[in-house]
């Protein structure tokens, strides 16, 4: 069922930066985005065959002030890695619309797997990753629309399997950024653990 994911995460995501994380600036902003997604995915609009999501264009519109924020070189970083989002996004929509044969998984999970791994390699920063898959994967789904244009009748433009897609890649984001802060902190205390041993040794 399309949009079970983006509903499901998403909710999931509202209520722990409302309730769990710091009371500060981001928590507020971070809420507000996410509960603005919620309610303007239901609103669209119609130009021609086009079937724009009012919830799109706050995406397209939260990237671009983010990237706006940062500093210039980061700004430029910033840039180039949602161009190369948005070009693995398309060729893995097109490859998997023009030869289907060699999908062997669910093209949801197989492109949120593969902008995922993507956004590791590409930001270092864990913050950072949302805003550049979201703005990587809005551009390249405007682009998909533009080659495939003469080919469907209708154009729309944030649907469910959009947003589906766009959440799954993040939650694979915050669950491997979970798993490797759980990780550390596991060292860590191996670390201290090993520590008081050789103190008492030496003792």
Not at 81 to 110: G, H, Q, R
Request: proline fraction near 1%.
């Amino acid at each position: 069922m399309d949009g079970i994911f983006f509903y499901w995460f998403t909710w999931i995501g509202w209520a722990y930066c409302t309730f769990l994380m710091k009371t500060n600036r981001r928590r507020t902003i971070y809420s507000i985005m996410l509960l603005m997604i919620v309610i303007l995915q239901g609103f669209t609009m119609r130009a021609g065959n086009l079937l724009l999501h009012f919830s799109f264009v706050f995406l397209l519109v939260c990237g671009f002030l983010f990237a706006f924020r940062l500093d210039f070189k980061r700004m430029l970083s910033f840039v180039f890695c949602s161009c190369l989002i948005a070009l693995a996004y398309n060729a893995m929509i097109l490859f998997a619309m023009y030869d289907p044969v060699w999908i062997v998984l669910e093209v949801k999970w197989l492109l949120a797997g593969v902008l995922f791994l993507l956004s590791l390699f590409l930001m270092r920063e864990t913050s950072h990753r949302p805003f550049m898959l979201g703005a990587g994967m809005a551009v390249g789904e405007m682009v998909y629309h533009f080659i495939i244009k003469k080919l469907t009748f209708d154009i729309e433009l944030g649907s469910l399997t959009f947003f589906d897609v766009l959440t799954l890649s993040i939650a694979l984001c915050f669950a491997w950024e979970g798993l490797h802060q759980f990780s550390a902190y596991v060292y860590a205390e191996t670390v201290k653990g090993k520590g008081r041993v050789l103190k008492r040794v030496s003792r």
